[in-house]
Every structure is written in structure tokens, then in C-alpha cells.
């Protein structure tokens, strides 16, 4: 398939698209920069790249978080329009721009990255938590919508996947049974396209949200977060600081 790559930086998306042309001869690329944190003014543009052209998946999978997590009282007004404009209207947005082509060929993949923050209310990570349930609702009322026209609807529940966003603490950015890469949690996540319409993706990752779904009270949850994250950053900013001292 040809691939259709939008994100903000052009840097990345000029390697993206340079190393997928390199491991995958006769694939062509096309990269389309916009910010999704701007909202509604940047569809026209994506509109403009995707006229025309045959999209048979979709990856909704730009997503941000506050990095380290905080409390909502101390986000900027920016940060809380990026997680809507970022996290919830991309996805209706990009979902009703390829829709209508994907009815009317009767086929088509919409994959709509989610989260297991979504599992239960995360304190310290408030929007995030709740962008992504919104995610999970609208992923699965689509599906159902959509059942017999020859559309997959996936949701995709990743628990903890070594990126950027993961990258305030040190335990999160280190492999582990519950700590994935992104090569291991893909190649997992890829393989249960068509076979699962919610999943985690990855099944030690769906022992975690078995357990949080259907064992733990959601408010133990909640509070053992709640307990956790203030200790988690704290660590985390004094692991930091040592870091700096050293390198003094
Ligand atoms: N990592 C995890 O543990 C985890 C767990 C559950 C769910 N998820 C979900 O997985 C998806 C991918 O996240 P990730 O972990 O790969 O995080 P990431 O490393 O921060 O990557 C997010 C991607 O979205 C892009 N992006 C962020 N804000 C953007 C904006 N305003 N406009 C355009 N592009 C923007 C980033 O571009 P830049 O490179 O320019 O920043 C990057 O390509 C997200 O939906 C996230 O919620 C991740």
C-alpha cells in the first residue's frame, strides 16, 4: 500500500517517508505537515492530499499527553485545547474525511488508537484519561454502526509502549513483560487487525486491563494512581537532578 503521512515535524516525516521507501521498494509516500493542536482549520489542507486518492486504512494514532503527567489545575489553556484538538476532534475529523470513499468502495480498515488510561479515571492525567475514553466510545459505537458494509472498526488499548510520551519515567522507558517497544507492540497490535474489534494489542498488556477492567474496583485503581504518580514524579525529578549534578 502507498502510505499518506501526517504529522507536524517535516524533518520526521521526510525520514519516515525516506525509510519506508528504502525498506519497501514501489511504495510510494506523500507527507502532509500540520499541527492537529490548531483544530478545525487544518482538515482543509488534508482534505486537499486525500482527494482523490483510494485510502483503504486509517491510523488514527496521533496522540499527546502532558509530559511529565500534572495536575489539570497547573495545565496551560494551550495544553488543554491540544489533548481535545489532538486526542478527540482528530479522530471524528480524519474518520469523516475517508468515510464516505471507504462506503462507497464497501471496504476499508479504521484503526483508532486509544489507550488503557481509559481503563479507569487516571488523577494526574485527567484530559489524557478522559480524551481516551471518549476514543473507545466513539471507536466502538462506530464499529457497531458500520457492522455488514465491509469496514473494520479497531480499537486499539496499548498500555505502556516505550515513546516520547513515556519518557518521564525511567521504569517506562525500559523494556519489560509489561513494557513493550513499539517494534514488539506493533507487530502484535498489526496481527489482530480483523481478528479483534477492542483489544490491547498486546496480551501482556491485556492481563493489565483484564485485571483492571474486571477484577479491581476502578476507584482502587484510581487511588492507587493517585497515590503512585506524586511518588513516580518525584523520583523521576530527583533522578534527573542527580543526572545534571554529575554531569557538572
Ligand atoms: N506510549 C504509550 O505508552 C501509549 C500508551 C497508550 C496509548 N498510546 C497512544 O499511542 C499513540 C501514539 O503515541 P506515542 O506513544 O507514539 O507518543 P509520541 O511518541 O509522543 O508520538 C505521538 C505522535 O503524534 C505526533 N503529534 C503529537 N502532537 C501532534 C500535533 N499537535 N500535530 C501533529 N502531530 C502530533 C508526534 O509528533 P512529534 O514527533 O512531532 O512529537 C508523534 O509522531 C497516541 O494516540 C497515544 O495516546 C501510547
Not at 94 to 109: C, D
Not at 152 to 167: F, G, H, K
Not at 215 to 234: E, Q, S, T
Amino acid at each position: 500500500m502507498n502510505i499518506l503521512l501526517i504529522a507536524r515535524n517535516k524533518d520526521k516525516l521526510n525520514d519516515a517517508s525516506q525509510l519506508i521507501r528504502e525498506e519497501s521498494p514501489g511504495v510510494e509516500t506523500e507527507i502532509v505537515q500540520v499541527d492537529f493542536s490548531h483544530g478545525r482549520v487544518i482538515y482543509q489542507e488534508i482534505a486537499r492530499h486525500v482527494e482523490g486518492k483510494n485510502i483503504g486504512i486509517l491510523v488514527n494514532n496521533v496522540g499527546m499527553a502532558s509530559n511529565p503527567p500534572k495536575k489539570f489545575a497547573e495545565a496551560s489553556e494551550d495544553e488543554v485545547w491540544g489533548h481535545v484538538n489532538v486526542n478527540v476532534a482528530s479522530v471524528v475529523a480524519m474518520t469523516q474525511l475517508v468515510l464516505p470513499g471507504m462506503l462507497a468502495r464497501g471496504r476499508g480498515a479504521i484503526i483508532n488508537v486509544g489507550s488503557g488510561a481509559s481503563c479507569f479515571p487516571m488523577p494526574y492525567l485527567a484530559i489524557y484519561s478522559a480524551t481516551k475514553a471518549f476514543v473507545d466510545f466513539f471507536s466502538e459505537s462506530l464499529s457497531w454502526e458500520l457492522r455488514g458494509s465491509g469496514i473494520t472498526v479497531q480499537t486499539l488499548r496499548p498500555c505502556t509502549v516505550i515513546t516520547n510520551m513515556t519518557s518521564f519515567s525511567e521504569n517506562n522507558s525500559k523494556p519489560s513483560f509489561f513494557v513493550a517497544t513499539t517494534k514488539t507492540y506493533v507487530t502484535s497490535a498489526l496481527a489482530t487487525l480483523s481478528h479483534s474489534g477492542r483489544t490491547s494489542g498486546y496480551w501482556p498488556h491485556g492481563l493489565q486491563e483484564f485485571l483492571m477492567d474486571e477484577v479491581f474496583n476502578h476507584r482502587l485503581c484510581m487511588y492507587m494512581i493517585g497515590v503512585r504518580f506524586p511518588a513516580v514524579l518525584k523520583a523521576e525529578q530527583m533522578r534527573v537532578a542527580e543526572e545534571h549534578a554529575k554531569k557538572k
